[in-house]
């Protein structure tokens, strides 16, 4: 091919304080395909696609639009001369109508007022071109996450943009709704529009684009043709290390250290009317459980029980042996027992204290706020954490807000781990952050159960649950359907017992 | 057009608000003999149309998302400075007020400009511009100014007759063409949607790129020239300038606002529902003016358990609209989930990754 590419960026540079977000970076778009943009957390494509949408100005380099010099310095201007942008979280506004969001910014105007006959006609055309067909009129609010993601993307589409960004657009989304999307997609190239793509999900990488782009640490590491690099070289590309695909999908997991003889927490009948049927667990020291089981199986609602978040009526907990009531999560942390919600942003991480205050967070409520840590202390501890889990930071007293998704995992870890527990409890660890940082939580979560560390480990990816675990426990329906080693254990068994229960 | 369609979480606590407001004149015009009047109605326009077009600028600044506590104080500033340059340096009406009107919309420009520009807190900025206002009173004179001039009690006093006995005044009829205008504004104009979308989510707004910065200043100024208007409507109300003037009149326009169906959290409410906030205010008022044995300041505790009731109303109404939701079939054919065999097990098991619900 000798057509020209539209887009092209060249020498791109960004620095924020302390770190080099993007040193160097190419990216080359052609009209009338789908490109990939790949690299684990932290690679920067995040800052990449801010910098072509004028959220963030470049410290150096150039953008190229049809061979003209752009420099975008907000997101109206980048839409007015045809970069759209769908991102990660959706940016449109609950309260204003789905009409309305797709128009906004752009609104005809008939006479002194908008015209909204207009607007709500063409909106319902440009839902109907991706199979949506809603009533205009009502409040976006009203519509589950899909219908809004479908919708930002319908506003997208509808400014005749001849770049169209999608900042993972599909972690909100079911197969179904994916598939919808890409059909849309298809139409768009083969009408010559230029569209970039990020995604975590190599599947659909491979199922869409045309050309692929990696980035690693804030460096461009190559281009290619989507066809012309596999999987594992992808991976390993983006990783910059030799990655055995197959030992990644299905390890099963080597028998680790000592376990104990007797369980450090056993449940017996632990229920909770509605939300639980009674069930049944021991956790050694020494020893992962996994939690399988798909979406709404009942391992949140598990993991919150035995940490006494949940009120539960039935059943009892044993601690090393002795009989105690967890009706909060104070007396858990008293048990020695630690939980790492599944919602980073939310219930883990605070965004603006430094990693050293998020490590010893645990740890200094555990001691009551009597017992102040010195500050020299409380950087030895968070030092060490640094250290020994691979915080990939220049130093302790960085906002932790500022760290890639797995290098806040890991924090949050090292809090816990801080508060020196008997049990812990990692709820969804690995979600949202890239493989290679995934590899390394379960290495971690590994090396701390060898040193005798009991763990219940929830995921909803089940090649992680069988990598890591010792045990399985299979839920279904909020109920323990049966328990599987997991050396004996692959995918296909653990379905065939989810899929068998359900008669 | 269909009607249940519009009735939702958004349109219903104003409808509510109106329903509330017929049944309360309802039983005025029942238990009192002469409340069911023509006269009656307009008087709560005419005795309240400076709270009218305050609350109409406060609706704009907590549709955005912000508040304005300044209000009420440049509300006393504006009758003060009307007063002192009609009475004592004898200006014309015709200078005074164009004058005093762009003095409320640069005050309002000024904390909009901060608020903006330094990302400061509305709710700060505005309490500094609260006491400011109300202390540049005092500069200007602390006794009240009564305004004699002859051209300016000739506007206060005109009655426009609708009708053998039912009349309305100037004040009133700058307050309804203010409510069209700001109707106008609100639904119709990109700057109006913008509001809205900024109090719905400003990043997403800055996002979409809309012009966040220019709108949020503009709102702030509009309800400073508002208060500004309102001002000068008091000034044709009382013929006076005073410092102690609309006294807390600021928590009277959210309140008007908040019972009108505006969400203090901004990106929801009704510019119309403010006027009929303000009704429901005044109708309480007449309500105990008529009745004759209850203090004025009953008008507080009714007004007091109308805020509470309303909050809560809106809260039980978006709960209650988030369970109807699910009831909206959106797909054009559902596709019914089924993992009966192994394949479609790990399939759903794909699938529950890209799900945003969580376990």
């Given amino acids: 091919m000798t057509v020209e590419p539209i887009l092209v960026m060249q020498g791109i540079r960004k620095s924020f304080p302390g770190v080099a977000a993007l040193k160097n970076v190419q990216l080359r778009l052609f009209p009338g395909e789908v490109h990939a943009l790949m690299g684990q957390n932290g690679a920067g494509k995040s800052t990449l696609i801010k910098v072509l949408t004028g959220v963030e100005t470049p410290d150096g380099g150039e953008i190229r639009l049809k061979g003209e010099l752009i420099q975008p310095t907000c997101v109206g201007e980048a839409q007015a001369i045809g970069i759209s942008t769908v991102y990660q979280e959706i940016n449109l506004c609950p309260n204003l109508s789905v009409a309305e969001n797709i128009f906004i910014g752009r609104f005809p105007i008939r006479g002194p007022a908008i015209d909204w006959k207009t607007i709500e006609r063409e909106s319902q055309t440009a839902l109907a071109a991706l199979n949506i067909h809603i009533d205009v009129t009502l409040p976006l609010a009203s519509f589950p996450v899909a219908i809004q993601q479908m919708v930002a993307i319908a506003r997208a589409l509808s400014t005749a943009a001849q770049v ?10 079911d197969e179904d709704e994916v598939e919808r999307l890409f059909q849309a997609l298809r139409q768009l190239k083969q009408k010559g529009m230029a569209i970039l793509f990020v995604t975590h999900f190599l599947d659909q990488t491979y199922a869409i684009s045309d050309r692929i782009t990696v980035l690693r640490n804030g460096e461009f590491v190559g281009e290619y ?4 690099l596999s999987r594992l070289d992808l991976i390993n590309t983006m990783v910059g290390r030799e990655i055995d695909e197959a030992s990644y999908a299905a390890e099963t997991a080597a028998q680790t250290g000592s376990v104990a003889a007797d369980p450090y927490v056993s449940a017996c009948g632990l229920g909770s009317t509605g939300t639980m049927r009674p069930i049944d667990l021991d956790i050694y020291q020494g020893q992962v459980l996994g939690l399988g089981g798909l979406l709404g199986s009942g391992r949140t609602e598990t993991a919150r029980m035995l940490f006494g978040i949940d009120h539960t009526d039935s059943g009892t907990i044993r601690v090393g042996g002795e009989a105690v009531k967890l009706n909060s999560p104070r007396k858990a942390v008293q048990h020695g027992i630690a939980f790492c919600p599944e919602d980073r942003k939310t219930e883990g991480i605070i965004a603006e204290l430094s990693i050293r205050e998020n490590i010893i967070l645990a740890l200094q409520a555990r001691r009551g706020i009597f017992r102040y840590l010195p500050k020299r202390l409380q950087r030895t501890i968070a030092d060490e954490y640094i250290q020994q889990l691979g915080i990939r930071t220049p130093d302790a007293e960085k906002p932790i807000g500022q760290l890639s998704g797995g290098n806040q995992q890991k924090a949050l870890l090292a809090r816990w781990l801080a508060t020196d527990p008997k049990m812990l409890i990692l709820d969804e660890p690995t979600r949202g952050i890239d493989i290679a940082a995934k590899l390394e939580i379960m290495e971690l979560v590994k090396a701390q159960c060898r040193k005798g560390l009991a763990i219940l480990f929830i995921s909803s990816e089940m090649s992680e649950v069988l990598r ?35 008669s | ?22 049944a309360l004149f309802g039983f005025g015009s029942i238990a009192y003999t002469g409340f069911f009047s023509a006269q009656v109605f307009i008087n709560l326009l005419i005795d309240n149309a400076f709270i009218c077009v305050v609350a109409i600028g406060m609706t704009f600044v907590i549709i955005s998302g912000g508040i304005d506590l300044s209000v009420g104080s440049i509300v006393a500033l504006t009758t003060m400075v009307t007063a002192a340059l009609v009475e004592h340096h004898h200006w014309s009406i015709w200078a005074v007020i164009p004058l005093v009107l762009l003095m409320g919309a640069g005050f309002g420009l000024l904390m909009g400009v901060l608020i903006h520009a330094f990302q400061l807190q509305p709710f700060i900025v505005t309490l500094g511009g609260m006491f400011l206002a109300r202390g540049l009173c005092y500069v200007i004179s602390i006794d009240s100014i009564s305004i004699t001039d002859e051209s300016y009690t000739q506007i206060a006093q005109y009655r426009l007759m609708l009708g053998e006995e039912t009349f309305i005044s100037i004040s009133a009829l700058i307050a309804l063409a203010v409510l069209a205008f700001a109707i106008y504004l609100a639904q119709y104009t990109r700057f109006g949607r913008t509001v809205y979308a900024i109090g719905g989510n400003e990043r997403s707004a800055l996002l979409m790129g809309l012009p966040i910065g220019r709108t949020k200043i503009l709102v702030y100024t509009l309800s400073g020239l508002c208060s500004a208007l309102g001002g000068v409507l008091i000034t044709f109300y009382m013929l006076s300038g005073y410092g102690l003037h609309a006294l807390g009149l600021e928590l009277d326009a959210i309140a008007a606002a908040v019972i009108g169906g505006t969400l203090l959290t901004g990106g929801v409410g009704y510019v119309a529902g403010s006027l009929v906030g303000v009704l429901i205010l005044g109708v309480i ?28 109303m809106q809260r039980l109404f978006e709960r209650g609209s988030q369970s109807f939701s699910f009831l909206f079939s959106y797909w054009k054919k559902p596709a019914e989930p089924s993992n009966n065999t192994d394949q479609e097990a790990s399939k759903a098991c794909l699938t529950q990754v890209t799900t945003r619900t969580a376990a």
């Fill in chain 1, 468 to 502: 890591v675990s010792d045990r399985i426990a299979v839920l279904r329906d909020r109920q323990k359907i049966g328990e599987i080693a997991g050396k004996d254990a692959d995918e296909q068994s653990v379905f065939r017992m989810i899929a068998g229960a359900e």
């Fill in chain 2, 1 to 22: 057009m269909n009607l249940s369609r519009h009735i939702n979480a958004r349109t219903l606590p104003l409808i509510v608000t109106s329903l509330l407001f017929v």
């Fill in chain 2, 285 to 312: 008022q007449s309500l105990i003016a008529f009745d004759g044995t209850l203090s004025s300041w009953w008008t507080r505790i009714a007004v007091g358990v109308l805020l509470c009731l309303f909050c809560l």
């Fill in chain 1, 225 to 228: 043709a989507a066809s012309a």
């Fill in chain 1, 164 to 173: 169209l960004i999608l900042d993972e657009p599909t972690s909100s989304l």
